[in-house]
């Protein structure tokens, strides 16, 4: 192997582990965002999956069930609401300032290799400084790395009401078994009450004076 593709083998993959980063940062960062948002949604989908599954709906009156549908409807599009209007743009400064708050590193390596001085005259002093400093930024790119996401939920949830969500489903899925997706079908599409129609049979003891 040559030293020229040595040196391209070694910037393909510094290329493809900046790609690879520069993803993962932009997942990271939609999802800090998407969690938060979406916590409302959840526990309504939570609740309902609950009161469902442990077939609550269908013992109700008929019109206490239908208003529980309409309500969980309406509080469903609140919660699909509130989840579309995050702001979920992540620009590449972004991505970059979080990699590189990430790693600890400083003097911004990622917006250096973007960014060239307007006058730079080929082959001035100033332009082998910027080259040197430049290799010295390309030197810390192989120590970049993006940390686990963190969307603050001590501060968006303060009383962890998301662990009872999570508990709510757990005890849903236990107590319905197999009989899910009946009792799904049956909290969906509420049934009218059946009357009793038979007849009442009477025996009559005739006696005889």
């Not at 309500?71 to 300032?97: D, E, K, M, P, W």
């Not at 930024?137 to 790395?145: H, Q, S, V, Y």
């Not at 998301?162 to 236990?174: A, E, F, H, K």
Request: one cysteine or more; proline letters at 7%; a positive charge.
């Amino acid at each position: 192997m040559g030293l020229f593709t040595l040196r391209v083998d070694i910037k393909n993959r510094i290329y493809m582990r900046l790609m690879l980063l520069a993803f993962l940062t932009r997942l990271t960062l939609f999802w800090e965002v998407f969690w938060p948002k979406a916590m409302p949604l959840l526990a309504v989908i939570a609740s309902f999956l609950f009161l469902a599954l442990i077939d609550l709906l269908p013992k109700l009156p008929n019109w206490l069930h239908w208003a529980m549908l309409i309500s969980f409807a309406i509080l469903l599009v609140l919660g699909l609401r509130h989840v579309t209007q995050g702001c979920y743009r992540v620009t590449r400064n972004s991505v970059n300032y979080r990699i590189e708050s990430d790693s600890g590193v400083r003097y911004q390596p990622l917006n250096t290799l973007d960014d060239r001085p307007l006058e730079l005259k080929p082959g001035s002093v100033e332009e082998m400084l910027w080259r040197a400093h430049v290799l010295r930024m390309k030197a810390l790119i192989t120590n970049l790395r993006i940390k686990a996401p963190s969307p603050g939920m001590p501060h968006h949830d303060p009383k962890a009401l998301r662990v009872i969500i999570l508990l709510m489903v757990i005890i849903g899925l236990t107590v319905g078994g197999s009989e899910g997706g009946m009792r799904l079908e049956r909290a969906l599409f509420p049934q009218e009450a059946k009357l009793n129609t038979d007849a009442t049979i009477l025996g009559v003891w005739i006696t005889p004076p």
